[in-house]
């Protein structure tokens, strides 16, 4: 079963407005952990943020912030202000338990293309 | 903070060469190691992942294998490479939490 889903291969979005990236993720552990990367065209993975399962906060960096529904165990990432730079593919992850791989579960992605 | 280096950047193969793709990082000590390919266009599946030298544990079959031979270094190899061989393979490391950092990939194409 796909942990990690995606449901926006692509958007749209015009310069200075706000986006918000879907995600949403199936897990039985108790404690995991959920992440958002940029990919530009370059190829790159750039990690962007990060959100605890036991936070009680939202997690926020810069332009960036993550709306986590534990209930509805989703986890969107919202990008304010967006800039010509922004456009990218935008994956989130998971890691689940606390075993000591670190593995994560990444999602197919969305594509973001900013407009001027 | 650490840093991921990998080589070659771009690689053109014909079918059934050798592969063999190299991970190297800086500014951190034991970490965990991982190989991920992405096609075009898609997410990343992670090959192989490794917590020590010497230990790599396989997350798909294929004809692909990874070493890590010393700590700071993991190799990714095959004998004979298939056309699906093909993608966009990123090594990564995992940072002092829970994010992973990831280097700057290696473009494989398969002939």
């Known amino acids: 079963a796909q942990k990690i889903t995606q449901t926006q291969p692509g958007m749209f979005v015009q310069e200075k407005e706000a986006v918000t990236l879907d995600c949403t993720y199936d897990?039985?552990?108790?404690?995991?952990?959920l992440f958002w990367y940029k990919q530009p065209s370059s190829g790159e993975m750039i990690f962007l943020i990060y959100q605890g399962s036991y936070d009680q906060q939202n997690a926020t960096e810069g332009r960036y912030s993550l709306n986590f529904q534990k209930a509805r165990k989703s986890a969107n990432l919202v990008i304010s202000a967006s800039q010509l730079g922004d456009s990218a593919m935008y994956f989130c992850?998971?890691?689940?338990?606390?075993?000591?791989?670190?593995?994560?579960?990444f999602g197919a992605g969305t594509t973001v293309t900013v407009r001027a | 903070s650490q840093t991921i280096h990998q080589w070659p950047a771009t690689l053109v193969q014909p079918v059934g060469s050798p592969l063999s793709l190299e991970c190297t990082v800086e500014g951190t000590s034991n970490p965990n190691l991982y190989w991920y390919r992405q096609a075009a266009g898609r997410g990343l599946q992670l090959l192989f992942y490794?917590?020590?030298?010497?230990?790599i544990s396989s997350e798909v079959p294929q004809n692909l294998s990874a070493s890590r031979p010393q700590d700071r270094q993991f190799i990714l190899s095959s004998k004979k490479l298939l056309l699906s061989d093909s993608g966009f393979y990123l090594c990564?490391?995992?940072?002092?939490?829970?994010?992973?950092?990831f280097g700057p990939g290696t473009r494989l194409t398969v002939l």
């Open positions: 897990t039985s552990d108790p404690s995991y952990g």
């Open positions: 992850a998971m890691r689940e338990s606390l075993s000591n791989d670190y593995k994560l579960s």
């Open positions: 490794s917590v020590g030298i010497g230990q």
């Open positions: 990564a490391c995992s940072g002092k939490w829970d994010e992973q950092f």
